[in-house]
């Protein structure tokens, strides 16, 4: 073969001689070919770039290419809250005392100065509106407890007793008979004294007829009982005790089970005992098992001598 390599490699096919287009002739086309070069165009591409990372670290413009807007924030001043209004159930209460030359700011001083109980929502502050219930003149009050007639200081507070005269708790704290003839039912609310939203909201919203009943667990159990008392609720006691499907459902740390001996379940029920004062008497908090076991009768007996 005479051909040269170039001239074979560069030949399209079927073509029987190479057409090599027209050089341009002068010095631009001196430039032009020399730029054509793969090692100058190499070159000045990468001049090209050196160059362009050259002004992005002089100019400083880290966000450089990346869109952007400015706007312009205007600080205005909070509009006043109006105040919330107090609804009052019952004849409403002056909240200034005599000789007073300011209203009272917020219901909590009106509740300390008017003895009335203030039910707010759960989280609210006594800026919000709040219920205010007046109780009425003649709704009976409950005695004061602990009564030192009928209580005693055991291991773990204070614990009732019998009195002189075989004096009951239930003859103390109970709540006067109400007038009337014919049926009565007597109502019990369980499981109170551990939520303290739904311990308040039975304890201002239930009629004081109706009675509560409060576990020893509550950490504000004994506060939350004498709200009752001063709503004028009977108040009970209830007893964690050993259901049939324990330990799946579990009376809690201090419940009385059939496991136990004689001296444990004693200790227990003293401490369950010393809680609050006040109520006339207990109840069970789940217990089935128990009390279908001989061990609930010197419970029992204990309850009895008390």
Do not use: C
């Not at 090599?20 to 086309?29: A, I, L």
């Amino acid at each position: 073969m005479t051909e040269s390599n170039d001239d074979i490699l560069t030949r399209p096919l079927g073509v029987a001689e190479a057409q090599v287009p027209d050089q341009p002739s002068g010095r631009f086309g001196r430039i032009v070919a020399t730029l054509r070069r793969p090692k100058v165009a190499a070159g000045a591409i990468a001049a090209a770039l050196v160059a362009s990372l050259g002004l992005v670290v002089a100019l400083g413009d880290p966000q450089g290419g990346e869109p952007h807007a400015e706007a312009v924030i205007v600080i205005r001043e909070a509009a006043a809250r109006p105040p919330a209004p107090v609804a009052a159930v019952e004849p409403q209460v002056a909240t200034t005392a005599p000789g007073q030359g300011q209203l009272q700011r917020s219901a909590e001083e009106v509740e300390s100065a008017s003895g009335v109980t203030v039910v707010r929502p759960l989280g609210s502050g006594p800026t919000d509106a709040v219920v205010i219930r007046v109780p009425s003149p003649t709704a009976p009050r409950l005695a004061a407890a602990p009564d030192p007639r009928i209580s005693e200081t055991g291991r773990h507070g204070i614990m009732p007793k019998l009195g002189e005269g075989r004096g009951r708790a239930l003859d103390v704290y109970a709540r006067s008979e109400e007038p009337g003839t014919g049926p009565r039912i007597a109502i019990v609310v369980t499981g109170l004294g551990v939520g303290q939203a739904a311990t308040a909201g039975a304890t201002a919203r239930l009629p004081a007829a109706v009675s509560l009943a409060f576990l020893p667990y509550g950490s504000e159990a004994e506060r939350a009982a004498a709200r009752a008392r001063d709503a004028g609720h009977e108040v009970f006691l209830q007893l964690p005790m050993e259901p049939f499907d324990y330990p799946d459902s579990d009376p809690g740390p201090q419940g009385l089970l059939t496991s136990l001996k004689g001296p444990e379940n004693a200790d227990r029920l003293a401490w369950a005992l010393a809680r609050f004062p006040g109520y006339v008497g207990t109840v069970n908090f789940m217990g089935s098992k128990l009390m279908a076991d001989a061990a609930f009768e010197p419970i029992l007996r204990e309850i009895g001598a008390r």
